[in-house]
Structure formats: C-alpha cells, structure tokens
C-alpha cells in the first residue's frame, strides 16, 4: 500500500463531508457487563438474513464487552436525542454510568433498550472483521422496533450534530 500523502486530520475532515446518522448502541455479556456508546459507522448488510452492521476503534473503552457481547442493540436516535449521543460519547464513563439519567428498559436477552428512539435493531454479534484500527462488527438482527414518529432522526455533518426531517 501506498504511503498517504495526508495527514489524519486532512482525512477526517474530507470524510465529514458526508452526512451520516447516529447510533447508540449497547450491549450486555453473559456475567452482567454492559456497554453503551455512540456510533455513526452503521449499515444495513442483508435483508435475509436480516443483518446490520457498524465499526468500532479497538482503542474504544467498550471494545472488550462488544468482544464478549452476547447481545447488542442498535438505536437510530430521533433528532430530539443529541442528549443521548453526546453522553454516551463521553470518554471516561462505564456503560453503566452512560444509561444513568437516560429512559431505557431490559431489552430482549438483556440488553439495554433506550425509549424514544426512531427504531431499535437487536441481535447476537455475528462475524467480527478486523480492518486498520477498526473492527467491523454484524448484529444478527432477531427484534425490530420502529415508530412512525412526525419527526426525524439525528445527524451528524462536519463535526456537528443536524436533526434529518422529513
């Protein structure tokens, strides 16, 4: 491979050219672990199965209980939850510390549901692909909740959050 001729900084701002959505995802191990975080490197894969996906820094403090996961949950957060996505973006808190002060309910196998979102995708972790400072991780997705709400979802474009009406 190439050397870059670019700077880290260069790349990340040239890919916050494009808007994404927000996700919270949590998760919960088999001994009671429990992460929750905020990613907006997710994708639909399949259809049948039905599969999503989203990426994580292996350098990330919820990267040894998305490893061990037995279930995890994808939330697609409505626009009026910037609150969600900046506290489950905090360096520093537990999983657990995270979902303090948020709505949530024991979801499917025990993983953390968050309430108000615009749809909920849970699952088991299926194939983990490590790739650069990354790990692409697939959910199996088994439960689907969805609201056909008068809002929209949040975003997220050049470093700043944007609600996406419709």
């Not at 260069?10 to 429990?34: I, K, L, M, W, Y």
């Not at 309430?115 to 194939?127: F, M, R, S, V």
């Amino acid at each position: 491979m190439t050397e870059p001729i670019f700077d880290t900084r260069e790349f990340r701002n040239a890919c916050g050219q494009f808007p994404t959505g927000v996700t919270a995802v949590t998760a919960s191990t088999a001994d009671g672990r429990v992460a929750a975080l905020t990613v907006n490197s997710f994708t639909s894969v399949s259809l049948d199965p039905p599969q999503v996906l989203f990426c994580l820094a292996t350098s990330s403090s919820s990267y040894d209980i998305l490893e061990a996961a037995d279930r995890i949950a994808v939330h697609i957060l409505s626009e009026d939850q910037e609150e969600v996505a900046r506290r489950f973006a905090t360096s520093g808190l537990s999983g657990e510390k995270k979902l303090e002060g948020t709505d949530w309910s024991t979801g499917p196998g025990g993983v953390p549901e968050l309430a108000g979102t615009a749809a909920t995708l849970i699952g088991a972790p299926g194939e983990r692909i490590l790739s650069g400072d990354h790990v692409i991780i697939l959910v199996d997705v088994d439960h689907v909740r969805h609201k056909e709400s008068v809002g929209g979802s949040l975003g997220f474009y050049q470093g700043r959050f944007l609600q996406h009406r419709k």
